[in-house]
């Protein structure tokens, strides 16, 4: 059986490709659609893809400053996509503009992403209190990693319903 | 710095409590949605809730064999939630049947994940090869969990738009 450093390293790059697949999966997903039908709404009523597409940008963008890695590379991204719903009346990048974006945020979370080790990564994310994080360890980066691969895959789910 | 031994039971809890915050999530949305609104399509077109419910219980039940539990417990929703698509014409089981078989899948992938420890959950599942386990350590069954997580999350995404 293998050492346990070597057992915590590979349960870190499960994680990650777990990321790296959801987010090859909206690249994908984002190529296949027309400017048109991403200007859908996902069913009646509901987000348009556009709108999810920002949403997760600005999602991804917030994973920065939240890793301690920097400040968001597109700040008013957050007012439009975060703070306020789709059809607030806020203008929205195009397409284009915005598959640009998701591009350097990833690129800029993949830096950052390849030089953190287990330690790093097990390490207090900058929204948990050191108290809180005494008590509760699973607070840390990589579980936000975690949880927002989710958050990007239930979007994907509803963006697929476009085409 | 914690022990490596500590590092590695705190990832796999991380990964099984994202498992869980799924399938709670799940619980709490087919709770909040009437049986009507769960025969719906979660877009013109597309699948019912009531079809994709059976589909994440029939994927969750597969988990129990590829994971080495066991048998399924519901082998004839492979027929009609896996290998067929939603309207083939196949009955369905009622809502509060599907309900049912969803709490007792999930109890019994509970108790077997409960007594997998960390070597368990680095070791192979049942479909991958020896060789090419050897090649790809990451191919184990706790990346089956992970993978099944983002299943779900992207299911329920399309089936949270129902209500």
Redesign the interface.
């Known amino acids: ?5 070597t ?2 390293n ?6 990650l ?2 990321w790296d ?2 987010n090859n999966y909206l690249n994908k997903l984002i190529s296949s659609l027309t400017d048109e039908q991403l200007s859908k709404e ?3 009523g ?1 987000n348009t893809g556009i709108y999810l597409l920002g949403h997760l940008i600005a999602v991804s963008d917030g994973m920065l400053p939240l890793l301690g890695f920097g400040d968001r590379l597109f700040p008013e991204m957050e007012e439009v996509f975060l703070k306020n719903p789709d059809k607030s009346g806020k203008n929205f990048p195009s397409v284009s503009e915005l598959k640009q974006r998701l591009k350097t945020v990833n690129a800029k979370l993949n830096t950052h992403f390849q030089s953190t080790d ?2 790093g990564w ?1 390490s207090r994310h900058t929204v948990v209190s050191p108290e809180d994080f005494a008590k509760e ?2 607070r ?1 980066k ?2 936000v990693v ?2 927002r ?3 990007m ?6 963006m ?2 476009l085409n």
């Open positions: 059986m293998e050492t346990t450093a057992q915590s590979l349960l870190v790059k499960m994680i490709m777990a697949a959801q996902v069913s009646p509901k287990v330690d097990l360890p699973h840390n990589l579980n975690i949880t691969t989710g958050h895959a239930y979007h994907i789910g509803q697929r319903l």
